[in-house]
């Protein structure tokens, strides 16, 4: 009997305690639960010749590097220690070239000989041979599965099955730098596109692009390359044709798979900007590659092309063209 009042007595006890307290017990019990199954320990992060350690912990046997200690991953510029190389102009890209387009002179350079990933620069290069090849730029093609981005696993507005004018694929693949468009333009090439990849190829040796190779038409894989000094020759070349000039520097576009309209803007803000005028142009980006541009834009009554590779930072290509353009309004350089 009594064991059974002191039973009664602890319950008792229990229910008019403060929940406050009970529940500070309960947290109390519950930290230390969790701190018998964390243990730091460190790691060591093997990146090319590079090696960073940071500290880890696990979690219930899991391991999970916190937000803070997360590294960026290198750039094939990194790699080759290009962001060792000084500028006058204190410039974030690894690589810039500026030429004259008339006289063909070099107004600024650095690195401009090393052959680097372009990422959707590469999309000059689709244009030049889709509108080259003279296919019918009023043919409705499809996007398929075949058009699914396997190498960075990417997304796009265009789902499985819409369909547009070779045109308008151009377009946005151009101005919005449409992944799946650029796909299926290459697709789409008598030959499909292993034959338009090889077309690449060719124009690229025709041109006297040496330092420049392309595997795919829409830039996500890192095995596309080219100097800077390569891509002023695309770029010329690309200028030739009055609708990848067109194309390249709308700012907006409308299109209308399967009766649906999606608008589309331009990937690079200065083509909107009143103190810019930009004849042509082309942004991109992966990991391996940066932040690139190409451009070619009058500065001072002057037709200039601009190249900028692996850049840092969302904006730091845009403002590596700014400080090219006050340097070249300030010191005008002579041609």
């Known amino acids: ?70 590294i960026e991953r290198l750039s ?96 946005i693949a151009l101005m919005s730098s449409e992944n799946r468009a650029a796909s299926a333009l290459g697709r789409n090439y008598v030959g499909g596109l292993p034959a338009f990849v090889a077309a690449m190829n060719a124009k690229a040796k025709q041109l006297g692009m040496t330092d420049t190779r392309y595997v795919d038409s829409s830039g996500l894989s890192s095995q596309n390359v080219a100097s800077a000094r390569d891509l002023v020759k695309l770029i010329n070349a690309a200028y030739l044709h009055p609708v990848i000039r067109e194309y390249s520097t709308d700012s907006k576009y409308v299109v209308n798979p399967n ?23 082309k942004t991109g980006y992966i990991s391996e590659a940066g932040r690139c541009l190409v451009m070619q834009a009058m500065i001072e009554g002057r037709a200039v092309v601009m190249v900028f590779l692996d850049s840092k930072g969302k904006y730091s290509r845009l403002a590596d063209a700014g400080r090219i353009r006050k340097w070249l309004e300030t010191l005008k350089p002579q041609a």
């Open 259 to 281: 009766g649906r309209p999606l608008q589309y803007s331009t990937t690079n803000k200065l083509v909107s900007s009143p103190g810019w005028e930009i004849g042509l142009q």
């Open 1 to 70: 009997m009594a064991k059974f009042f002191r039973q009664i007595l602890a319950i008792f006890t229990v229910a008019i305690l403060p929940v406050s307290l009970v529940a500070a017990a309960t947290t109390q019990a519950h930290k230390s639960t969790i701190k018998k199954q964390i243990v730091h320990k460190k790691v060591h992060i093997k990146l090319s010749s590079a090696k960073v350690v940071k500290r880890y912990a696990v979690i219930n046997g899991k391991h999970v590097i916190p937000a803070h200690l997360m």
């Open 76 to 171: 094939a510029g990194d790699i080759a220690g290009l962001k060792h190389a000084d500028d006058p102009l204190d410039l974030q890209s690894n690589v810039a070239f500026v030429v004259d387009q008339s006289s063909s002179q070099v107004l600024f350079e650095k690195n401009s000989h090393v052959s680097l990933p372009i990422a959707s620069i590469t999309k000059l290069m689709t244009s030049l041979v889709v509108v080259e090849s003279n296919q019918n730029m009023s043919e409705i093609i499809e996007v398929t599965t075949e058009d699914l981005d396997r190498e960075k696993g990417t997304g796009s507005r265009l789902v499985i099955g819409a369909k547009l004018s070779r045109a308008d694929m151009l377009h």
